[in-house]
Nanobody
Framework: QVQLVESGGGLVQAGGSLRLSCAASGSIVSINHMGWYRQAPGKQREFVAVISSGGSPNYADSVKGRFTISRDNAKNTVYLEMNSLKPEDTAVYYC?????????????WGQGTQVTVSS
């Protein structure tokens, strides 16, 4: 069994910063890409950022230049540094990872962490 656990969400004023973390644990053989998605109230879940196993990042246009994704392969952890936050960044942020475990490669999701940006 593999689990992804997010942490680091909270309430911040517009223009502020937050750092999200997502740690993968369990019967892990290797981890391919890891990423972040978000879902605002009444909206569909949307892509935020992804990082490959080799460390190459990709971002949604809405967060380019403000968010930075990184990973620590030794800790099976992915991070999302969020700067210059805007009220429209308010959402539940979900960690996602393609993890190769004892049952083969599967896509896993974390439980989500709330980010609220006040104006």
């Amino acid at each position: 069994q593999v689990q992804l656990v997010e942490s680091g969400g909270g309430l911040v004023q517009a223009g502020g910063s937050l750092r999200l973390s997502c740690a993968a644990s369990g019967s892990i053989v290797s981890i391919n890409h890891m990423g972040w998605y978000r879902q605002a109230p009444g909206k569909q879940r949307e892509f935020v950022a992804v990082i490959s196993s080799g460390g190459s990042p990709n971002y949604a246009d809405s967060v380019k230049g403000r968010f930075t994704i990184s990973r620590d392969n030794a800790k099976n952890t992915v991070y999302l540094e969020m700067n210059s936050l805007k009220p429209e960044d308010t959402a539940v942020y979900y960690c996602n990872g393609l993890v190769d475990g004892i049952r083969g490669p599967r896509n896993y999701w974390g439980q989500g962490t709330q980010v609220t940006v006040s104006s």
